[in-house]
């Protein structure tokens, strides 16, 4: 899938939401014994983890900053104030997220460990004969006409649901066009193929096709694969019923692996389009580059912010009640 995926990321905006549980950090008990701790600034924290306490905290101040070593593993450690109580979270140099204590509530702690990845999908319990075109996921919605428009003032997305289909490992898929341009310039155009499980509601991503632009011209066709060929396995793109603490691969490739965790499915974030509630956050990982990504998807929309971009326009099917919300000012393709 190419850089922005599907609908709408960044740090959290205006609001006090942040993820309500972690997973995939290092193996620490419960409490942990802490060796030693200090205060540090936030430019000494590695980037992926800096990224991930600065959604967490949102628009939340950050009182204290630590860098700490619990049970032999190094991790950095905000305070915040949410909602009135002071809450603490924890995060792996890598980006993962370790704990969270809320004032006043039972900790929300490290529920499974890195080694082995032994709860992380990479296969699924799912039979071909029930994926296909049919069926509906409210947090990724496959329907024809669906538009979305995503934007950080510099880079766009336009991510178009097509009355389009294609054959993919055997699977009949529904194909989603991306169209990334910079500056106004026309730099990325994808085509991704989805399937749904009409049994569970889960969607599945069976790959895509990828034109990189320079000038106006097809220079590359990087990041492009598609299951069954190559040794390339379709993956898990959104349960049917997400959770929090659900782990999966997204991507199975040469060239393209990353596996992505739920924090939360009730968080909140603004965007130029509407405030949007009730919405998937989830945390992608990138296995091959170390990179990270932060995504929210929100109920009968789909993605509707991608790291810094959000959503500024959603037009829906004709046939959908409230078809079309923008922000003033705002552009279609």
């Known amino acids: 899938m190419s850089q922005s995926r599907f609908l709408l990321v960044g740090c959290l905006v205006a609001t006090s939401s942040f993820a309500q549980t972690a997973w995939a950090g ?10 030693s701790s200090k205060n540090v600034k936030m430019k000494q924290v590695p980037e992926a983890a ?8 949102g628009n939340n101040k950050i009182r204290e900053l630590e860098k700490k070593v619990v049970d032999g593993q190094t991790v950095y450690e905000i305070e915040i104030i949410v909602d009135g109580k002071e809450t603490e979270v924890v995060v792996a140099p890598d980006g993962k997220l370790v704990r969270i204590k809320r004032e006043g509530e039972p900790e929300q702690a490290l529920v499974a460990s890195l080694e082995g990845d032994r709860d992380q999908r990479r296969t699924f319990d799912v039979e071909r004969k029930s994926l296909g075109l049919a069926g509906h996921n409210p947090y990724f919605p496959l329907t024809t006409g669906l538009k979305l428009h995503l934007t950080d003032g510099t880079q766009t997305v336009v991510f178009s649901v097509l009355d389009e289909t294609k054959v ?10 991306e169209y990334e341009t910079r500056d106004g310039e026309l730099i990325e155009i994808s085509r991704n193929y989805y399937a749904i499980d009409k049994v569970k509601g889960d969607v599945y991503y069976f790959g895509e096709d990828v034109d990189i632009y320079e000038n106006g011209k097809v ?3 990087d990041g492009a694969w598609l299951s069954g060929m190559n040794g390339a396995k379709f993956a898990l793109m959104m349960p049917g019923k997400p959770t929090v603490g659900d782990r999966f691969y997204l991507e199975m490739a ?3 692996v990353e596996r992505v965790e739920i924090a939360s499915v009730d968080a909140t974030i603004e965007t130029p389009a509407q405030s949007f509630s009730n919405v998937v956050h989830a945390m992608e990982y990138d296995e091959l580059d170390g990179g990270t990504s932060q995504k929210w998807y929100a109920p009968g929309i789909g993605m509707v912010g991608d790291d810094d971009m959000r959503a500024v326009k959603v037009e829906l099917p004709t ?3 409230g078809r079309q919300t923008e922000s003033p000012g705002t552009g279609s393709r």
Request: no cysteine; glycine share 8%; hydrophobic share 30%.
């Open 26 to 35: 290092p193996s620490l008990s419960r409490e942990g014994r802490e060796t």
């Open 319 to 321: 046939d959908s009640p």
């Open 50 to 57: 800096r990224k991930t306490l600065l959604a967490q905290a």
């Open 254 to 256: 040469p060239g393209a």
């Open 168 to 177: 993919v490992d055997g699977v009949e898929t529904r194909v989603v066009e």
């Open 219 to 221: 220079v590359s066709n």
